[in-house]
């Protein structure tokens, strides 16, 4: 069965930063774009940012752009979520996610970063 | 950005009644190569968000055939036949044509 893992969530104060991991298993890591999107505490879906197959091409919803940084290990089939300044806003579940179009799409379980003083 | 609207936001059923949600997106979803990127997602309480339908009206492997899309261009409607206790949860509708891909804001199910 295809798994993902997120880790590296917990509480952490303004300002400072986190690490998110996400480890897949049991499918293809390397052919598909990979995602983060978060859940804000009883809100809606947010896609935060994407990453190419091979790791050449980013990009970023403008409320995270300049903070937070995406890459991925297709060797070690682990997708990353480097962030920076944040902020209560950036307070929400966090999804990794394996999304391709028409094949077949995967969610982690989700990782829950809270930003508090 | 594209923005989708979702309504109801809130629909109590009856089971074994039909229901129907509605979507529609501020720009067309079509690309140059003529594909429609809508997609259905179900996400029951406390669970992570599962792709019920992609590209307007492909249900995924597993999906109950009682779940229906359609729609074309701005407008998207998912339909459910007969309402089970399991389809309780909020639905969403989400576009991949152009990024930010974004959600409509929810259609929460509940059951009368």
């Known amino acids: 069965e295809v798994h993902l893992e997120e880790s590296g969530g917990g509480l952490v104060q303004p300002g400072r930063s986190l690490r998110l991991s996400c480890t897949a298993s049991r499918f293809t890591f390397r052919s598909y774009w990979m995602y983060w999107v978060r859940q804000g505490p009883g809100k809606g879906l947010v896609w935060v940012s994407r990453i190419s197959p091979d790791g050449t091409e980013t990009i970023y919803a403008d409320s995270v752009g300049g903070r937070f940084t995406i890459s991925r290990d297709n060797a070690k089939n682990t997708l990353y979520l480097q962030m920076n300044s944040l902020g209560v806003d950036d307070a929400a579940v966090y999804y990794c996610v394996a999304y391709n179009w028409k094949s077949p799409m995967y969610w982690g379980q989700g990782i829950l970063v809270t930003v508090s003083s | 950005d594209v923005v989708m609207t979702q309504s109801p936001v809130s629909l109590p059923v009856t089971l074994g009644q039909p229901a129907s949600i509605s979507c529609r997106s501020s720009q067309s979803l079509v690309n140059s190569a003529g594909d429609t990127h809508l997609n259905w997602f179900q996400q029951r309480p406390g669970q992570s968000p599962r792709r019920l339908i992609y590209?307007?009206?492909n249900r995924d492997s597993g999906v109950p055939d009682r779940f229906t899309g359609s729609g074309s261009g701005t407008d998207f409607t998912l339909k459910i036949s007969r309402v089970e206790a399991e389809d309780v949860g909020v639905y969403y509708c989400?576009?991949?044509?152009?990024?930010?891909?974004?959600f409509g804001g929810g259609t929460k199910v509940e059951i009368k």
């Open positions: 590209e307007v009206s």
């Open positions: 989400m576009q991949g044509a152009r990024w930010p891909f974004t």
